[in-house]
């Protein structure tokens, strides 16, 4: 039996439970421990919190920093951006909560040893952008994983969690979650008065340009599997704005960040015919969006919407001209060394392809759309807002905590509070654990029980794919096509292709409809049936199955939204062919969704923006 007969499984108490130990994993374990003091505070995370999350690599920016202390921003003009950048739908409660905090945070980074690069004439810390600050990053994550394992009485690397565990003695409340050990396969049962998810955002649920064997070459982190929307969705959590999905216009083939180029380096983009050609889309996208295009900052998806057209009309590639800036040595030095904090994968596909900036003016694309609700975007779960800000309706539990009680969520878990980025994940995170700290405490003696049934059924569920190898496998004498099971990575390329060619992906130019989506959805859910049928050679394959289940119900969770919203809210992230234009009049407020896993079905609703700020 090997590795089935040695499986134990193993408890862990906690009074909180921080699922991934990301920028807004480390926040909420650090600040749990700082309001409880007292308290049990577990960590637990699929790969190791030193080097985890979208931030593994490092950063060359922080990208969002108000500035307070010399009045450069206040957290209203953060709102009022990103407001802007999102087409008018933000939760603004949880943006200004975010926003009113989140210098502090960066404060800390620097007190930790993070350095952060100052202006040498102000001494301020050197701005990149408006609300960017320039970091010498690579270490960023360390330093921050640092505070949390202090701050942690105990962190669990190599643990893939799978589902939250509910409360068997009072209905919708979260009692924990269970996963196993990816390297030893033990099966875990963490029993928790109250869990923070911070499990990070999906890439690869629709198909990346890349292929063949740079196929895990994206541009959000491969690893991100939607673990952040399938583990509340799968429980009944609300989601919202799932639909408002991310497409990045980036350096071709390495997903190289254009932000340093754009804001720092002042480079800009032509035609293939050396052209400006932005502004000749002014007329065409003013008929689709309206007054949206005159706001300024241009907002993100409408430069993508120029781009995306350009191409279209046979005027391609898109350039970015590198060759004045990269003139400049000190310039020519930023440019390489933003790539080498950041995305050294860039600076190896120029050197391989010959591209060097200071002659040849690199080549952009738009990406294959990614779900995330940190960054650009704002997908996620629906979340209550804090007390002395949120409009009532906003407001029906603790800051952060999602429809169901004891659940909370952060960075890129939770939706509505797009450009929160590092920074703001991470004081998502501390906003979030303060709460739950404070929920824990409410409770009192009536903490929430496991259930033995559940977790045991769970155990069988989880691994089911590894047994469904063992005996299948004896069906074929070689190759990895079976009668009976289904490798992950055949699930994941079907997936890929269904979102790809249904519900807007690169193949159809980001377009979709009422039909296709109709159409992707019959397939997905033939998926889901065919999902039983996995099979899982070992454990790193056990943990791509479990993590295509989650990119599977994320994807699932997107399609509806994206059904439901009867307008082309973002050109340049998705299109409505059927709903081509800006749909103020009906559709100024957010998407909400819930799934019911005992029926399959999910229901969808509309709820209202208030706008807080002027
Ligand atoms: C390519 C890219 C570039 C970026 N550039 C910048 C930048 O320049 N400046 C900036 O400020 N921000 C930047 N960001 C944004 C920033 O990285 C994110 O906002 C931030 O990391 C989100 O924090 P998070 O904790 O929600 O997710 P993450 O930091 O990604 O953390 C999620 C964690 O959950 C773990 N996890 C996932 N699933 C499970 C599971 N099932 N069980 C257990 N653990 C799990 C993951 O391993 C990971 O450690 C960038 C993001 C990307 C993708």
């Known amino acids: 039996m090997g590795l089935f007969g040695g499986r134990k499984t193993v408890f862990v108490d906690a009074d909180i439970l921080v699922i991934g130990g990301g920028m807004a994993g480390c926040g909420a374990t650090y600040e749990s421990r700082y309001w409880g003091r007292d308290l049990k505070i577990v960590c637990v995370e699929k790969a190791n919190i030193e080097r985890s ?102 962190v669990y690397n190599r643990i893939m969690v799978t589902h939250l565990l509910m409360d068997k003695t009072k209905a919708n ?70 639909e408002n999905r991310i497409v990045l216009t980036r350096f071709k083939d390495g997903y190289g960040p254009v932000g340093a180029y754009f804001l720092h380096l002042k480079t800009y ?4 015919n050396g052209e400006e050609y932005e502004s000749k889309w002014y007329d065409h996208t003013k008929e689709l969006v309206g007054d949206y295009i005159d706001h300024h900052p241009v907002p993100t998806c409408l430069r993508n919407h120029a781009f995306i057209e350009e191409v279209k009309a046979g005027r391609g590639p898109i350039r970015m001209v590198t060759k004045e800036a990269f003139q400049d040595p000190h310039k020519e030095t930023v440019g390489w060394e933003n790539f080498l904090g950041m995305t050294i994968g860039q600076a190896v596909v120029w050197a391989s392809q010959n591209i060097d900036p200071k002659h040849i003016n690199p080549e952009l694309t738009t990406s294959e759309p990614y779900v995330m609700g940190s960054h650009a975007t704002c997908s996620g779960a629906w979340a209550s807002g804090p007390e002395d800000y949120a409009p009532a309706e906003y407001q029906w539990g603790y800051n952060r905590m999602m429809t169901v009680d004891g659940l909370f969520g952060a960075g890129d878990t939770i939706g509505g509070t797009a450009h929160k980025f590092s920074s703001g994940s991470f004081t998502e995170g501390r906003i979030a654990a303060k709460a739950a700290v404070r929920y824990v405490s409410d409770m009192g003696k009536g903490q929430p029980q496991v259930s033995e049934q559940e977790y045991q059924d769970l155990e069988r569920l989880i691994f089911q794919p590894m047994e469904n190898y063992r005996v299948g496998r004896n069906e074929i004498t070689a190759g990895t ?26 193949s159809t130019n980001y377009m979709t409809n009422d039909q296709m989506l109709n159409r992707g959805l019959e397939l997905l859910t033939m998926l889901r049936e065919d999902m039983k049928r996995m099979g899982a050679e070992d454990l790193h394959q056990l943990q791509r199955t479990w993590e295509l289940h989650h990119r599977l119900l994320a994807s699932e969770s997107v399609t509806h939204h994206t059904l439901f919203r009867e307008e082309t809210r973002w050109p340049g992230y998705y299109y409505r062919g059927d709903h081509m234009k800006l749909d103020d009049q009906n559709w100024h407020c957010f998407t909400l969704s819930r799934y019911d896993r005992n029926t399959g079905n999910w229901e969808m609703e509309k709820a209202p923006v208030y706008h807080i700020i002027d």
Not at 200 to 227: C, D, L, N, Q
Request: include cysteine; aromatic fraction near 10%; glycine fraction near 12%.
């Open 53 to 154: 999350g979208a931030v593994a690599q490092g950063l060359y920016a922080i990208n969002c920093y108000m500035g307070m202390q010399w009045g450069e921003n206040q957290p209203e003009d953060h709102v009022r951006y990103a407001r802007n950048d999102l087409m008018g739908l933000v939760r603004e409660d949880l943006g200004y909560d975010i926003a009113r905090h989140v210098d502090s945070s960066v404060h800390m980074f620097e007190e930790w040893g993070l350095p952060i690069m100052k202006d040498p004439k102000t001494g301020r810390y050197q701005r990149e952008g408006k609300w960017q600050i320039m970091i010498h990053g690579e270490s960023y994550k360390p330093i921050v994983a640092e505070a949390a394992r202090k701050a942690a009485t105990e």
């Open 269 to 272: 983009t032509q035609n293939g």
């Open 173 to 242: 409340r979260v009692a924990g979650a269970v996963g196993f050990n990816v390297r030893t396969g033990d099966f875990y049962v963490f029993r928790a008065k109250a869990v923070i998810v911070g499990a990070g955002g999906a890439s690869h649920i629709f198909k990346p340009r890349s292929v063949g064997e740079g196929m895990g070459r994206t541009w959000y982190a491969p690893w991100s599997s939607g673990s952040a929307y399938a583990l509340p969705i799968q429980v009944g959590a609300k989601m919202t704005q799932m």
């Open 481 to 506: 096509v079976s009668p009976s099971y289904l490798l992950p990575i055949h699930g994941l390329q079907r997936l890929e292709k269904i979102m790809d060619e249904y519900v807007g992906g690169t």
